[in-house]
């Protein structure tokens, strides 16, 4: 079953409470969501944030994406990462406004044809 990684859980703190940001939903339609970093991680200490991310994207594959929201360093750590993992493929999942579904967006940094 293909997987779906959030890099990090979009979040905002109402009344003392952290409050998803978006519905990330309509994701699930590419597979199964999986957070790389939930809200209020601290993505400051890299280190930590690098190991956490190694570890649950070690079997990143051409079926999976990753949906890139919330934190720049988390964001780019994740692409590099599941790039790394994965032989330089990452499929990113974006959002189009116009018509309000995600996109698929492939890479492959290792200079190979898509």
Excluded: C
């Excluded at 999976?64 to 493929?89: H, K, Q």
């Amino acid at each position: 079953m293909s997987r779906v990684f959030v890099t990090h859980e979009p979040h905002r703190v109402e009344a003392g409470q952290v409050k998803s940001l978006f519905d990330l939903t309509p994701a699930a339609e590419y597979g199964d969501i999986e957070v790389l970093m939930p809200a209020g991680s601290s993505l400051l200490s890299t280190v930590p944030m690098v190991r956490t991310m190694r570890d649950r994207l070690a079997k990143f594959s051409d079926d999976d994406y990753l949906l890139p929201v919330g934190d720049p360093s988390a964001i780019m750590a994740a692409g590099a990462i599941a790039s790394e993992m994965n032989n330089g493929r990452v499929k990113i999942l974006r959002w189009d406004r116009a018509t309000r579904r995600y996109i698929v967006i492939q890479f492959d940094v290792s200079g190979r044809a898509v």
